[in-house]
């Protein structure tokens, strides 16, 4: 995809993240709602629209440019040497996560219980782990890609994937941004791949509105979990439903008659 286009597509998930409709951003921008709608299809946007867009985001320049470099063919994942080094050390993945949510050192120094002298060491564990690039003034980027997924069966899931869920699940789920519903319904095979494509939409919608919001200040951002499962399943009260039917014996009427 060219860059022109990559870069559409990027401004496109920042203002669906942000929750503007182009009529919402035509009055924004005090132009005609056909006319938004040109700019995104053409690609035509002049530096100073292209401003202007992004104030009304929240953003800079330098993000939208970090969604439109795209990503590569396929789930990206750490090496197992690079998740056994997380995995011995919760501190040291503690840390690892708060960098891949943008925050800086001076930011976690600030807000996180961890003396300079600690995190200093962790940065240089994760530099030496390939997981960060460090440079002067505690500055760190990522050396790896944002939307890496863990391994399955992986150290870091070995490790904490028991815990997390446990911990994610202890909860009534009735707060005013949370949300748990469970639904068992019969599909067919093609509904059934319908049905996990969105799902992955959404999980996908989630980690690009967490990129759009990467820049804001870490105080103004709250951590959240999402769980996504989809599977062939059946209650157990029906599994024994269907045994006890199996084995049950015929009604009088049409029992056999002896020989």
Known sequence: ????????????????????TYAQLARRLDVSEPTVKRMF????????????ILRLLDLELYDVARMARGRPEGPAELTPEQESVLARDERLLSVFWLLLNDWSFEEILLEFAIARAELTLAFARLAR??????????????AVPRDFQWRAGGPVKKAYGTRVMREFLDSRFDG????LRFEARELSADSAAVLRRRLERVVAEFNETAEVDAPLPGRR?????????CRPWEF????????????????????????
Do not use: D
């Not at 053409?42 to 202007?52: H, K, M, N, V, W």
């Not at 951002?221 to 499962?229: H, I, K, T």
């Not at 009088?252 to 020989?259: D, M, N, T, W």
């Open 129 to 142: 782990a390939r997981l960060i690039e460090w440079g002067p003034r505690e500055r760190a980027r990522l």
């Open 176 to 179: 005013a941004a949370e949300l």
């Open 41 to 52: 299809s053409r690609g035509s946007f002049t530096l100073a629209r292209i401003e202007q």
């Open 236 to 259: 157990s009260v029906m599994i024994a439903l269907k045994r006890r039917r199996a084995g049950a014996a015929q009604p009088e009427g049409r029992r056999s008659k002896p020989a």
């Open 1 to 20: 995809m060219p860059v022109r286009s990559r870069f559409v597509e990027a401004l496109k998930k920042a203002l669906r993240a942000r929750g503007f």
């Open 221 to 229: 951002r709250q951590s959240f979990g999402l769980l996504v499962a």
